[in-house]
């Protein structure tokens, strides 16, 4: 996978403290600090050349050249104004060969789930994940793929395709996504199962004819007289 590297041209600062910060601030430039190794390097960067890699959710390897030498190193953290949100403070981290780096990279969903087709949703319950590699392992994104996702099912973070090296540090039953069913669709699945109407009661047994009354025998007839 070939990663995408942002080069930014920074100038040293050699005044330090809150008078010297405040001043570089006054004049529309942001202090950053390079840190990583053995060294530990403060310069400026200029806003505008900051938009496209503090705004993006894309991941990116940083090139910083200061003072004709290049440093290969990550965002690692933006400090914003609490008012303005305006950028305070940038710390970037030294990508140093066979040094573990901890970070968060993006989730790029792909495929197209059998629910979308079915008339489902898809619901983002994670944008990013971190991960611990080397540098030389690095990835700008992690893939999950949807494509067999039903309604009503969700794939956890233990479901993520992983590159060689690279580490998941979020607990991997964590849904990463969900196939949401819509309510229309959830009506309709109700009255298919429904309880089906009550069988009409049976109909009432006749009642059993009276027995006939015996017929009373007859009289023995009077003999004859003489």
């Known amino acids: 996978m070939v990663m995408e590297v942002m080069t930014l041209n920074a100038s040293t600062r050699k005044d330090l403290g809150k008078v010297a910060t405040k001043a570089v601030r006054k004049s529309n430039l942001i202090p950053c600090v390079l840190y990583g190794g053995d060294e530990l390097q403060h310069f400026t960067l200029a ?26 190193c990550i965002l690692k953290s933006v400090q914003y104004h609490p008012v303005t949100d305006s950028i305070m403070h940038i710390d970037f981290l030294r990508l140093i060969e066979n040094h573990p780096i901890k970070i968060e990279i993006p989730i ?27 540098p030389e392992n690095l990835i700008d994104k992690i893939v999950l793929d949807t494509t067999s996702m039903g309604l009503g099912q ?15 540090l979020n607990n991997e039953n964590i849904p990463v996504a969900t196939i949401e069913i819509p309510r229309a669709l959830r009506g309709a699945a109700a009255e298919e199962t429904a309880t ?3 069988a009409a009661a049976p109909a ?15 009289a023995p007839a009077k003999a004859a007289k003489k």
């Open 47 to 72: 806003p505008l050349d900051l938009r496209t890699l503090v705004y993006s959710p894309e991941f990116k390897v940083v090139e910083i050249n200061l003072d004709g030498q290049v440093h290969k």
């Open 108 to 134: 790029s969903f792909e495929g197209v789930a059998q629910g979308l087709k079915a008339g489902g949703k898809l619901i983002k319950k994670m944008r990013k994940v971190k991960i611990k590699t080397m």
């Open 154 to 168: 969700s794939q956890r973070i233990k479901d993520l395709l992983l590159a060689e090296g690279v580490k998941i």
């Open 196 to 198: 089906p109407a009550k």
């Open 204 to 218: 009432k047994a006749a009642a059993p004819a009276k027995a006939a009354a015996p017929v009373k025998a007859a």
